[in-house]
């Protein structure tokens, strides 16, 4: 990148979150300038253009003015130019920000296909979006790289589990405690305002709380494998800033 600059962007496509379109040219003629600023022409110039309006779907709209396109359309036509030159790098920044559901499930489609030919570098601070796609992640807190990983070891199964209750109950966490293999219990409230108990254990111990919920009798709402989601990753790693 330092000391062949232009060669290696050759190789490079890039979506910013706002995709520098121009609204009054159609379509096809905003992927035309884009490919004469990429010094494709010949033969292939009209066949990549075709290639990258089917692989985005935009097919119908190829003559449309981009100021008529849908938010989650203008998306794709950015999303058209980045792989006009089959890149092998592919870098997308919040590409489905500001897109309505239905959308982001498209864009996100999308981005699988393309993942097949090129590899793409996603930057997003919505995690649930983070979790939808990447094999790999990169968690930079404060400048620094504070995770490198893939995701299914960053975020994965813990041996802990989550209980609720219906109800307020005496001696739940006490009982809970002497499980054999747990190693603490932690009570808290849950989203709904539920007594819950966070039990942290050496190994899996759901078949175990689920018969002493049973003898016991406790009214049970919900009783879960505690699951380590990209998002508790992100909190753990931030508050230990």
Not at 148 to 169: K, M, N, P, Y
């Amino acid at each position: 990148m330092l000391t062949q600059t232009q060669q290696a962007q050759t190789h490079l496509g890039y979506l910013p979150e706002n995709a520098p379109l121009y609204p009054n040219l159609s379509v096809q003629a905003y992927l035309k300038l884009m490919a004469d600023l990429r010094g494709i022409n010949g033969p292939e110039r009209q066949e990549l253009i075709s290639e990258a309006i089917v692989a985005t779907g935009l097919a119908p709209h190829r003559a449309r003015p981009i100021r008529q396109l849908s938010k989650g359309l203008r998306q794709r036509v950015g999303l058209a130019q980045a792989i006009l030159h089959k890149p092998k790098v592919l870098i997308l920044d919040e590409p489905t920000i500001g897109l309505d559901p239905v959308q982001i499930v498209e864009m996100r489609n999308l981005i699988r296909n393309l993942s097949t030919q090129s590899t793409i570098l996603f930057s997003s601070h919505i995690l649930s979006e983070v979790e939808a796609l990447c094999d790999r992640v990169i968690i930079i807190i404060n400048g620094q790289v504070k995770a490198d990983a893939r995701l299914d070891e960053l975020s994965s199964d813990s041996t802990g589990a989550i209980l609720v209750l219906e109800g307020e109950t005496d001696g739940v966490a006490d009982q809970l405690r002497g499980v054999p293999g747990v190693i603490a219990v932690e009570p808290f409230r849950s989203a709904e305002g539920y007594p819950a108990f966070r039990i942290d254990s050496e190994h899996d111990v759901l078949p175990q709380l689920f018969k002493l919920a049973q003898q016991a009798g406790w009214p049970v709402r919900e009783l879960r494998r505690d699951v380590l989601t990209l998002e508790a990753v992100f909190s753990q790693l931030a508050t230990a800033v």
